[in-house]
């Protein structure tokens, strides 16, 4: 089955950077979008930006300008550059992959997730 595994998460100072990614294995036929979530303590999760296959990328509010997403669609993997930072974008950080699997089935998988702290 399809696995998600995301990477580059840490403590980071205030106006800091970090660079998460994101990769999707297992009978992949194509990866059609790929999205970045985050879960801060006590709220639910939000949408922060998503790509599509054709490199069509939308954002949240609070993260434009800062953020910038990329991927690399021979290897299913996705980038969250982030820069910037506030302590406002604490959070765990999930990626999520919708595509088709060698199978012809349409499959969503998310990932475990990757912990972001912004502090001095």
């Known amino acids: 089955q399809v696995q998600v595994v995301e990477s580059g998460g840490g403590l980071v100072q205030p106006g800091g950077s970090l660079r998460l990614s994101c990769v999707a294995s297992?009978?992949?036929?194509?990866?059609?979008?790929m999205s970045w979530y985050r879960q801060a303590p006590g709220k639910q999760r939000e949408f922060v930006s998503a790509i599509t296959e054709g490199s069509n990328t939308n954002y949240a509010d609070s993260v434009k300008g800062r953020f910038t997403i990329s991927r690399d669609n021979a290897k299913n993997t996705v980038y969250l550059q982030m820069t910037s930072l506030k302590p406002e974008d604490t959070a765990v950080y999930y990626c999520?992959?919708?595509?088709?699997?060698?199978?012809?089935?349409?499959?969503?998988?998310w990932g475990q997730g990757t912990q972001v702290t912004v502090s001095s």
């Open positions: 297992g009978g992949i036929s194509s990866v059609n979008a």
């Open positions: 999520n992959a919708l595509g088709i699997t060698l199978q012809r089935l349409p499959f969503g998988s």
